[in-house]
């Protein structure tokens, strides 16, 4: 794959060494932490600078002493997959005075620690940055006092400091997620999925209480994943009458024949005056106004606890490298920066910038402004609050718009988590649209049979948790049956198709295009929305399923390196699915701490084999215990996973042992993981109101016709926004032999793997986050941030 050659750096030329960085998380803890922790120490390792841990935040660097310890490449071993910090984290009311700040100070230039990587929240950041700009003073006083020489004041003359967001809340501005908040949702969406299966067997409305004091992300974003009937969030209180609408709702919801209702309330909820709103409160009137049988849950730190998800172990290696590269690079006027997520792309935002618009928010509510408050929080916030009152509240008949359009909708390929949700998206936006929505089964195969029937609102409650494709898919292409499909368009007076689905779902759309010119019934928008575990679809960064596949790999590599605990040493070699596309093999192992993944798009040899063997080898002489080796399916014909197996076995002998395991299914299986069902949700969405406004400008003379390119499109996830582009544009970047995009953006995260598991490579930043400004950081195109 060709990669750009600006800035590209090979580390020889990146040289920490003579530095020393020291990393610390502080404030609440996040799932996540230790996977940065983890990047910041290998990371600085690997570039010749000496790290430090500093113990217990802010409280150990003023204690000073055993709490400010020598990091080794051994010493964050096996910490991945643990959720906290395991370094500890306190808070520290003698570092907010000047003297705690002196100590601090002094206990950092004993040992040559100019450069700090923060990991926690607003408060956390804040402090770091008044340190930051007071040391220089500190570092006369040391002087004055007789504690350092004079000459250490020229030595140490500046401390550079980088953050990352440790926190479940996402309640800081600059970021599109902070380290920790997809575990969190992960542990509520866990219970609510449990608990609506009690609450069916019983009709019961249950009242779950979220953390989020002041940021109610957790509240909206679980409420957009299970469907709740009702949210509040502090950001915007109901308005006055609220108790009546609610009830109405949750009344309404059951008359259509639903068992159960969920109400989702942030701990921070407030009405319009500034009186709390607490989930007894909430009971309290249900069972009164309605008399239903309703129950309580606060889940409580439940959520701060557990293994963090594939998708905070990503971020956080990804902002742990970052975060070393921006230290690398700083100078004496650098200002403090934050690394932080923006659409799929890693960015560097002044640190007091993202403090005072955080800091904005909060001023914001307290003034009752709660529409600014929102606007405040970014257009991630906005889309989710939006997307939520689109889909959880029906307009009456009467308010609806006519468009006399009928939209079918369809899943195309292999099931894959997240298509559900996507699904009851389109029906909802489709029917707010005023538009009449068919539901396809089977996919093409099954609209040449004529298995299409109307899909209503109440149709698709529920939809968002349930894995597979309950419309039922078919990886049958269109050409067979084109004459079929035409008679069943016309038939059913079809004016717009969408398509959920993998690389075949790209195949129709190219067939049917085609097909135009000989089937008018074809001349109407048609729009893709992605959606294969295997993450092979060009035109976008992500696909809905691919998340949920991921985490079933972690999971189960988790399980398995587990299972070699207290044993002799062992060497795991994993086979995972993706055709050819080695996305879960690559992504995988980097979130669950691979040494080596085979993969098509990397072509390796027996050389290659031989040296990973070897270079395992040395570090099981170490005190590392367990190897895991991940292998794409179809990586290499001839060096399969029983002959990797055999040659590890052969060349290990004496030293470790091996293992083999093929994951198969399991990885398409199950539950959608929070963010697929966000994904899905909102893509869909999106691309229903592109078919919307595509219908308006293709409605002509009493019928619609649409056979520009542009009326045939994918949308798709690509660097910081979501883009359509019109399929044939995307013929010349696929290699279709091998159902795969000629350039993959995830084959740069790939040296982030080799050098977190000890090789030397080069790493191309070109991608790496440039210092921007908080205020017009996003394109404008971002209507939909994306991740979550």
């Given at each position: 794959?060709?990669?750009?050659?600006?800035?590209?750096?090979?580390?020889?030329?990146?040289?920490?060494?003579?530095?020393?960085?020291?990393?610390?998380?502080?404030?609440?803890?996040?799932?996540?932490?230790?996977?940065?922790?983890?990047?910041?120490?290998?990371?600085?390792?690997?570039?010749?600078?000496?790290?430090?841990?500093?113990?217990?935040?802010?409280?150990?660097?003023?204690?000073?002493?055993?709490?400010?310890?020598?990091?080794?490449?051994?010493?964050?071993?096996?910490?991945?997959?643990?959720?906290?910090?395991?370094?500890?984290?306190?808070?520290?009311?003698?570092?907010?005075?000047?003297?705690?700040?002196?100590?601090?100070?002094?206990?950092?230039?004993?040992?040559?620690?100019?450069?700090?990587?923060?990991?926690?929240?607003?408060?956390?950041?804040?402090?770091?940055?008044?340190?930051?700009?007071?040391?220089?003073?500190?570092?006369?006083?040391?002087?004055?006092?007789?504690?350092?020489?004079?000459?250490?004041?020229?030595?140490?003359?500046?401390?550079?400091?980088?953050?990352?967001?440790?926190?479940?809340?996402?309640?800081?501005?600059?970021?599109?997620?902070?380290?920790?908040?997809?575990?969190?949702?992960?542990?509520?969406?866990?219970?609510?999925?449990?608990?609506?299966?009690?609450?069916?067997?019983?009709?019961?409305?249950?009242?779950?209480?979220?953390?989020?004091?002041?940021?109610?992300?957790?509240?909206?974003?679980?409420?957009?994943?299970?469907?709740?009937?009702?949210?509040?969030?502090?950001?915007?209180?109901?308005?006055?009458?609220?108790?009546?609408?609610?009830?109405?709702?949750?009344?309404?919801?059951?008359?259509?024949?639903?068992?159960?209702?969920?109400?989702?309330?942030?701990?921070?909820?407030?009405?319009?005056?500034?009186?709390?709103?607490?989930?007894?409160?909430?009971?309290?009137?249900?069972?009164?106004?309605?008399?239903?049988?309703?129950?309580?849950?606060?889940?409580?730190?439940?959520?701060?606890?557990?293994?963090?998800?594939?998708?905070?172990?990503?971020?956080?290696?990804?902002?742990?490298?970052?975060?070393?590269?921006?230290?690398?690079?700083?100078?004496?006027?650098?200002?403090?920066?934050?690394?932080?997520?923006?659409?799929?792309?890693?960015?560097?935002?002044?640190?007091?910038?993202?403090?005072?618009?955080?800091?904005?928010?909060?001023?914001?509510?307290?003034?009752?402004?709660?529409?600014?408050?929102?606007?405040?929080?970014?257009?991630?916030?906005?889309?989710?609050?939006?997307?939520?009152?689109?889909?959880?509240?029906?307009?009456?008949?009467?308010?609806?718009?006519?468009?006399?359009?009928?939209?079918?909708?369809?899943?195309?390929?292999?099931?894959?988590?997240?298509?559900?949700?996507?699904?009851?998206?389109?029906?909802?936006?489709?029917?707010?649209?005023?538009?009449?929505?068919?539901?396809?089964?089977?996919?093409?195969?099954?609209?040449?049979?004529?298995?299409?029937?109307?899909?209503?609102?109440?149709?698709?409650?529920?939809?968002?948790?349930?894995?597979?494709?309950?419309?039922?898919?078919?990886?049958?292409?269109?050409?067979?049956?084109?004459?079929?499909?035409?008679?069943?368009?016309?038939?059913?007076?079809?004016?717009?198709?969408?398509?959920?689905?993998?690389?075949?779902?790209?195949?129709?759309?190219?067939?049917?295009?085609?097909?135009?010119?000989?089937?008018?019934?074809?001349?109407?928008?048609?729009?893709?929305?992605?959606?294969?575990?295997?993450?092979?679809?060009?035109?976008?960064?992500?696909?809905?399923?691919?998340?949920?596949?991921?985490?079933?790999?972690?999971?189960?590599?988790?399980?398995?390196?587990?299972?070699?605990?207290?044993?002799?040493?062992?060497?795991?070699?994993?086979?995972?699915?993706?055709?050819?596309?080695?996305?879960?093999?690559?992504?995988?192992?980097?979130?669950?701490?691979?040494?080596?993944?085979?993969?098509?798009?990397?072509?390796?040899?027996?050389?290659?084999?031989?040296?990973?063997?070897?270079?395992?080898?040395?570090?099981?002489?170490?005190?590392?215990?367990?190897?895991?080796?991940?292998?794409?399916?179809?990586?290499?014909?001839?060096?399969?996973?029983?002959?990797?197996?055999?040659?590890?076995?052969e060349e290990g002998r004496g030293v470790f042992d091996c293992r083999k395991n093929v994951l198969g299914h399991m990885q398409q299986g199950g539950a959608p993981s929070p963010f697929d069902r966000n994904f899905g949700t909102k893509i869909s969405a999106?691309?229903?109101?592109?078919?919307?406004?595509?219908?308006?400008?293709?409605?002509?003379?009493?019928?619609?016709?649409?056979?520009?390119?542009?009326?045939?499109?994918?949308?798709?996830?690509?660097?910081?926004?979501?883009?359509?582009?019109?399929?044939?544009?995307?013929?010349?970047?696929?290699?279709?032999?091998?159902?795969?995009?000629?350039?993959?953006?995830?084959?740069?995260?790939?040296?982030?793997?080799?050098?977190?598991?000890?090789?030397?490579?080069?790493?191309?930043?070109?991608?790496?986050?440039?210092?921007?400004?908080?205020?017009?950081?996003?394109?404008?195109?971002?209507?939909?941030?994306?991740?979550?």
């Amino acid at each position: 794959m060709a990669q750009p050659d600006t800035k590209k750096i090979f580390f020889e030329n990146l040289s920490g060494a003579g530095k020393a960085i020291a990393v610390l998380t502080s404030g609440g803890d996040a799932q996540g932490m230790n996977a940065a922790v983890r990047a910041v120490v290998r990371m600085g390792l690997y570039v010749g600078a000496k790290v430090y841990f500093i113990h217990e935040g802010y409280q150990g660097m003023v204690d000073g002493g055993d709490n400010i310890e020598e990091a080794s490449w051994e010493s964050v071993s096996s910490m991945l997959q643990v959720g906290g910090t395991v370094i500890g984290s306190a808070r520290c009311k003698e570092f907010r005075s000047h003297e705690g700040r002196l100590k601090a100070a002094h206990n950092l230039v004993q040992r040559g620690i100019t450069n700090l990587c923060v990991i926690g929240g607003d408060g956390s950041l804040t402090g770091a940055n008044l340190f930051r700009e007071e040391w220089s003073g500190l570092l006369s006083e040391l002087v004055e006092q007789g504690l350092i020489e004079a000459k250490s004041v020229q030595k140490y003359s500046a401390l550079h400091i980088v953050g990352m967001v440790g926190s479940i809340d996402n309640d800081f501005c600059g970021t599109d997620m902070t380290i920790g908040t997809d575990s969190a949702l992960h542990r509520i969406i866990e219970v609510v999925d449990a608990i609506m299966t009690t609450a069916q067997s019983h009709q019961r409305t249950f009242v779950l209480e979220v953390m989020g004091r002041h940021c109610g992300y957790l509240a909206l974003v679980s409420a957009l994943a299970c469907g709740a009937d009702w949210v509040l969030i502090p950001e915007m209180p109901p308005d006055d009458g609220w108790e009546d609408k609610m009830c109405e709702k949750l009344s309404a919801t059951r008359s259509r024949g639903t068992r159960l209702n969920i109400i989702i309330v942030a701990e921070g909820s407030i009405d319009k005056h500034g009186k709390p709103i607490t989930s007894s409160l909430v009971k309290d009137l249900v069972v009164k106004n309605l008399g239903f049988d309703t129950r309580v849950t606060i889940l409580g730190h439940v959520q701060r606890g557990g293994t963090p998800s594939a998708f905070d172990r990503i971020l956080a290696s990804r902002m742990g490298v970052e975060a070393v590269l921006a230290l690398l690079e700083t100078t004496a006027n650098t200002p403090a920066c934050v690394v932080s997520l923006s659409g799929n792309q890693s960015v560097r935002l002044p640190l007091m910038e993202c403090v005072q618009m955080t800091q904005a928010v909060q001023k914001a509510m307290d003034e009752k402004r709660f529409e600014d408050a929102v606007k405040l929080r970014g257009r991630s916030f906005e889309n989710n609050l939006k997307t939520y009152k689109l889909l959880a509240h029906r307009k009456p008949e009467s308010e609806l718009p006519v468009s006399n359009f009928n939209v079918a909708v369809l899943n195309v390929g292999a099931p894959a988590a997240g298509m559900n949700a996507a699904v009851r998206s389109a029906v909802r936006v489709g029917i707010s649209e005023g538009h009449k929505m068919f539901a396809v089964s089977d996919g093409f195969e099954g609209f040449s049979k004529g298995q299409i029937k109307e899909i209503k609102w109440s149709d698709v409650g529920g939809w968002t948790g349930q894995g597979g494709s309950l419309l039922g898919t078919k990886r049958t292409l269109p050409a067979k049956h084109v004459e079929k499909i035409a008679q069943q368009m016309r038939q059913h007076n079809i004016s717009a198709l969408l398509v959920i689905g993998g690389f075949e779902a790209l195949e129709c759309l190219l067939q049917l295009y085609e097909a135009r010119a000989a089937f008018e019934e074809f001349c109407v928008p048609m729009c893709m929305i992605p959606a294969t575990i295997s993450n092979n679809v060009p035109g976008t960064d992500l696909s809905i399923g691919a998340d949920t596949a991921l985490n079933a790999i972690v999971e189960t590599c988790d399980r398995i390196k587990q299972s070699a605990s207290g044993t002799k040493r062992r060497v795991f070699i994993i086979e995972t699915m993706g055709g050819y596309c080695g996305y879960l093999a690559s992504v995988g192992g980097l979130a669950s701490g691979a040494d080596a993944a085979y993969i098509y798009e990397e072509p390796f040899d027996i050389k290659d084999l031989q040296a990973n063997v070897e270079h395992l080898t040395e570090k099981m002489k170490t005190s590392i215990q367990r190897g895991l080796v991940l292998r794409n399916e179809n990586s290499n014909d001839n060096y399969t996973t029983d002959f990797i197996y055999q040659l590890y076995s052969e060349e290990g002998r004496g030293v470790f042992d091996c293992r083999k395991n093929v994951l198969g299914h399991m990885q398409q299986g199950g539950a959608p993981s929070p963010f697929d069902r966000n994904f899905g949700t909102k893509i869909s969405a999106k691309a229903m109101q592109w078919i919307t406004n595509k219908l308006q400008e293709t409605f002509r003379n009493g019928r619609v016709f649409a056979n520009t390119e542009d009326s045939c499109c994918l949308l798709g996830m690509h660097r910081r926004a979501l883009v359509f582009q019109p399929v044939v544009d995307l013929k010349d970047k696929t290699d279709f032999v091998h159902r795969i995009p000629k350039e993959q953006w995830w084959l740069k995260l790939r040296p982030l793997m080799k050098i977190l598991a000890k090789y030397k490579t080069s790493y191309d930043v070109s991608d790496s986050g440039q210092l921007e400004h908080v205020v017009g950081s996003r394109p404008k195109e971002l209507d939909a941030a994306v991740a979550m």
